[in-house]
C-alpha cells in the first residue's frame, strides 16, 4: 500500500493489502477494518455474516453474532497478532464481504440461499471465513465446499453438542441435526472426521471420532493436536467452530451453554497449531451477544477467527515456497 490510511480503513483502503492506522473506539466496523468489497479478483479469503438464529433450539440471539465479532475484532487490527509476530494482510488479500442476505420470513429458502452466497465466492477461488448466526450455518456452507474441493470433505468440529442426532426431513432447520445430514448426504467423512470439546450424549455418533471435553482436559491440546493429525491427515477438511466448545465461563453468550468446556487458552493452543491441515473452508459460530458478559464471548470469537486467518496466511507462503 503506497499510502498509509488514517481511519475508516473498511471503507477508504485502495487495495486488498496492507492494514490502516484506527482508533480502536471509532469508525466504520468490519471485520479486523478489512476492506467492504463485493468484488472477488484477486482475493485469498472472503470473511462474510450469516446472521441466522432461526434454526435454534434453545435461546436465539446468534442473528446478531457477526455484528458482535466485527466489533470485537477491533483491537486485533491495531498490533501484530499474538502469537504470530506478523500483519498476515501484508500477505493475505482479505475482504468483508459483509453479510450474506436471506428471507428469513421465508425459511425454505434460507438453505440454498447461503449455498448460492458461497457457490459465488469459491468460485472466484477464494477461501471462506464464516461468521455466524446458529451452527446450520454450516450444512448449506459444507454443500458449496463439497462441490469445489470434492466429496467427501473431513470436518473438524469444536463443539459442545456432536450436532448428529437423527433428522431425515428434507426442510428442517436445526442447529442439532444438520452432521447428521452431512454425512448422510455424503458431504463429510466421518472416519477422516474428529469432533473435539463434546459434553452432551447421543446414542449413534456415527463414526467420527469424539475428542470429549474431559478427554481434552485430562489428556492436553498436543494430544488432541496429535489425534487431530492422525484422523485427519492431509485430507481437504472443513473447520467449524461453534463458541459454546468453551466453558460458560469463558464464553457465555451463546444459545445453547454447557458446562465443563474448553478454557480459551485450550481452545487458541489447538486452533493455532492447525497449520498441518489442507484446509478448505472455515466458519466461527453461535455468538449470541445478548447473553454475553462484558463481550467476552465476542472477543474469544474474533481471537479465533484471527487466527484462522493467520493459518491462511501462512498456508499461502508455503504453497508459493
Not at 468490519?30 to 438464529?53: A, C, H, I, K, Q
Not at 465479532?69 to 482479505?94: H, N
Not at 475482504?95 to 452466497?117: M, Q, R
Request: glycine share 10%; charged share 20%; hydrophobic share 40%.
Amino acid at each position: 500500500m503506497s499510502e498509509m490510511i488514517y481511519g475508516d480503513g473498511a471503507i477508504r483502503r485502495p487495495g486488498l493489502y496492507g492494514s490502516s492506522i484506527e482508533n480502536t473506539y471509532a469508525g466504520v466496523l468490519s471485520f479486523m477494518r478489512r476492506t467492504y468489497s463485493r468484488e472477488l479478483n484477486g482475493v485469498d479469503v472472503v470473511v462474510s455474516g450469516v446472521p441466522l438464529d432461526l434454526s435454534t433450539t434453545f435461546r436465539s440471539g446468534a442473528r446478531l453474532g457477526p455484528q458482535a465479532i466485527r466489533a470485537a475484532s477491533v483491537q486485533l487490527a491495531e498490533l501484530k497478532p499474538y502469537p504470530w509476530g506478523f500483519d498476515p494482510f501484508d500477505d493475505l488479500a482479505v475482504i468483508d464481504y459483509g453479510d450474506c442476505w436471506f428471507d428469513a420470513h421465508n425459511p425454505l429458502s434460507i438453505k440454498p440461499t447461503i449455498v448460492e452466497h458461497a457457490r459465488t465466492i469459491l468460485a472466484s477461488g477464494a477461501k471462506m471465513l464464516t461468521l455466524g448466526g446458529d451452527h446450520f450455518i454450516t450444512y448449506p456452507l459444507l454443500i458449496a465446499h463439497a462441490e469445489k474441493y470434492g466429496k467427501p470433505l473431513a470436518l473438524l468440529h469444536f463443539d459442545a453438542h456432536c450436532d448428529t442426532w437423527p433428522d431425515d426431513s428434507p426442510d428442517s432447520l436445526n442447529h442439532g441435526t444438520m452432521f447428521y445430514k452431512a454425512i448422510k448426504d455424503g458431504l463429510i467423512d466421518p472416519a477422516k472426521s474428529v469432533q473435539v470439546g463434546i459434553r452432551t450424549w447421543n446414542d449413534d455418533f456415527m463414526g467420527v471420532k469424539v475428542l470429549d471435553a474431559p478427554w481434552v482436559h485430562d489428556h492436553g491440546p498436543e494430544a488432541v493436536l496429535a489425534e487431530i493429525t492422525r484422523v485427519i491427515g492431509d485430507h481437504p477438511v472443513y473447520v467449524t467452530f461453534d463458541i459454546d466448545c468453551l466453558d460458560p465461563s469463558a464464553a457465555p453468550g451463546t444459545g445453547t451453554p454447557v458446562p465443563g468446556g474448553l478454557s480459551s487458552a485450550q481452545a487458541l493452543k489447538i486452533v493455532r497449531n492447525l497449520g498441518g491441515l489442507n484446509i478448505v473452508g472455515m466458519d466461527v459460530v453461535e455468538v449470541a451477544p445478548s447473553y454475553d458478559q462484558s463481550e467476552i464471548t465476542a472477543i474469544a470469537a474474533a481471537h479465533i477467527a484471527c487466527d484462522m486467518l493467520c493459518l491462511l496466511r501462512n498456508q499461502k507462503l508455503a504453497r508459493q515456497g
